[in-house]
């Protein structure tokens, strides 16, 4: 069982250009997150993903920033017209539904985008 | 403060002593998790207590819950090399959002 899987793992883009992330979660685990994580932080959340819904996004920027988990394929957080302080490491989580409550959750590589 | 602060933010130790580092929250609480994130790559969940639960064991690993004061703590015994990492509590508030927040970490350097 493959783990969270996050591509690409570096990305650079000149500012105004357009950043993709993916995100590939768990086999079976139908809920995605992405976080933000600034050098010597903490992870800041940003949104928070079900197949072909968005349950909580209250951690995304309004403008910019959005965040799709279709029915098929990976979860793709897309960042337009990147500026230097989008500069950092998107993470991308993933868990199981839980009747027990939320559980622990299953973290992917990271993507490091460096805006120029 | 923010929901989920750790302290020390920087903890250094000889091989084999003891490391405790403590989160501190201030909502309601579902549960209470403690990652551990290596330089430059993602977490690795370590243990998770419930709200109901006061203590709980995993390996050398020795966690805590205290909801009255709203504060746990991560006990690392016989600390080795490999445990040097920093360390993240994350708390799942009992709000109905399911939100998980993360604490500004603790990082640890283990001494050989």
């Known amino acids: ?22 995100c590939s979660p768990m086999k079976g685990h139908s809920h995605v997150y992405w976080y933000r994580q600034l050098p010597e932080e903490g992870l800041k959340f940003m949104v928070y993903l079900q197949k072909e819904n968005i349950i909580d996004e209250s951690g995304m920027p309004k403008e910019r920033f959005s965040a799709e988990f279709p029915k098929e394929g990976p979860s ?41 | 403060s923010q929901q989920g602060e750790e302290d020390p933010q920087a903890l250094s130790i000889q091989e084999g002593e003891n490391a405790t580092m403590n989160c501190s929250y201030k909502t309601s609480i579902n549960n209470l998790q403690w990652y551990r994130q290596n330089s430059g ?27 009255s004061k ?7 015994t016989a600390s080795r090399a490999a445990d040097t990492a920093s360390y993240f509590c994350a708390t799942v508030l009992d709000s109905g959002t399911y939100k998980y927040i993360f604490g500004t970490g603790t990082r640890l350097k283990v001494l050989a």
């Open chain 1, 76 to 116: 793709i957080l897309r960042i337009q017209q990147v500026v230097r302080g989008d500069s950092a490491a998107y993470f991308c989580a993933s868990s199981p539904p839980s009747r027990t409550g939320w559980d622990e959750q299953y973290f992917g590589p990271g993507t490091r985008l460096t805006v120029t």
């Open chain 2, 41 to 67: 790559r993602g977490l690795v969940h370590l243990i998770l207590i419930r709200s109901n639960e006061r203590e709980k064991h995993s390996g050398r690993l020795r966690v805590t819950l205290d909801t």
């Open chain 1, 1 to 22: 069982n493959a783990g969270v899987m996050q591509n690409p793992r570096h990305l650079v883009r000149r500012r105004g250009q357009e950043a993709r992330l993916r």
């Open chain 2, 70 to 76: 709203k504060s746990s703590s991560l006990l690392i």
